[in-house]
């Protein structure tokens, strides 16, 4: 495939032998959304009924926006829970049990990474 952009892509290009394109997209995404993520991270429903552990989401959510290693796709798979979640009582085709916790007001995540 190289051979054949040859003359069409320029040769530093050509050259490159690795792509940092997917590595920092997470991060960008973390970074873009960052006020929305505060916002579900105050009364998270994840942790009120008990799939996720609040703090340690909190710190993970952090630790990712500072550049820390973590598990990327674990992380935006407890995001998406979260809002599939909020998403699915939304729509009242589940209620929250009267078993769960009630929220607490949250401390504000940091805003500096």
Do not use: N
Not at 45 to 51: D, K, Q
Not at 97 to 112: G, I, K
Request: contains cysteine; proline residues 7%; aromatic residues 6%.
């Amino acid at each position: 495939m190289r051979r054949s952009l040859v003359g069409i892509v320029p040769r530093e290009i050509l050259a490159r032998r690795t792509k940092q394109i997917g590595a920092r997209t997470p991060l960008l995404m973390l970074e873009k959304h960052w006020d929305e993520l505060q916002s579900i991270c105050r009364l998270p429903l994840c942790s009120s009924l008990g799939y996720v552990h609040e703090t340690e989401l909190l710190k993970t959510i952090c630790d990712a926006r500072a550049g820390k290693m973590v598990s990327l796709v674990r992380l935006l798979w407890t995001i998406s829970l979260e809002y599939w979640l909020r998403d699915v009582v939304a729509r009242g085709l589940v209620e929250v049990p009267a078993f769960c916790p009630p929220a607490t007001p949250r401390q504000e995540l940091p805003v500096s990474a």
